[in-house]
């Protein structure tokens, strides 16, 4: 019983200590390393728990712009080498909730993660939406989230 105890405190402690170093990922701004934040142990974890495969989600930054750092929000953007407009996606982390937010475009179709949230996403995320919509067909853009709503038909 001891054990288990110590093995949950010390489990909760690396969590917690994770979090804590959730700031020292301002180091990357303006770099391209964003497949660094996504090896984060607080991140990693976060994305497995949006039913993402870390991995997977790696091929999406193969080519990223610089990240940014703004009003707490950390934020990068990519695709897929020689896939932009095909498969891209972009990740925001909230440092003040600790939230992590990731919008998937893959054939035309957005996918957004946490599929159901009670706040609203962050700027960031929304602006990649609106881009998307402005810059590829967005007639046959169909969303994959409870969040989002479809273009008005005209």
């Not at 609203?120 to 990649?128: G, L, M, R, V, Y």
Request: no cysteine.
């Amino acid at each position: 019983m001891k054990i288990l105890i110590l093995l949950v405190f010390a489990m909760h402690s690396a969590i917690a200590t994770n979090v804590e170093d959730l700031n020292s990922l301002k180091k990357y701004l303006n770099t391209y390393n964003a497949w660094k934040i996504i090896d984060n142990t607080y991140i990693n974890t976060k994305i497995i728990e949006l039913g993402l495969e870390p991995q997977e989600l790696k091929r999406y930054f193969e080519v990223v712009r610089p990240i940014e750092v703004n009003n707490n929000h950390i934020f990068f953007n990519g695709n897929r080498a020689h896939q932009g407009g095909y498969k891209m996606a972009a990740l925001d982390i909230d440092l003040v909730t600790k939230q992590v937010f990731i919008v998937i475009y893959f054939n035309n179709i957005i996918t957004v993660y946490p599929k159901y949230i009670q706040t609203e996403q962050p700027h960031s995320i929304q602006n990649q939406i609106e881009y998307w919509e402005d810059s590829y067909d967005a007639d046959t853009l169909r969303y994959i989230d409870i969040l989002m709503f479809k273009k008005d038909e005209k």
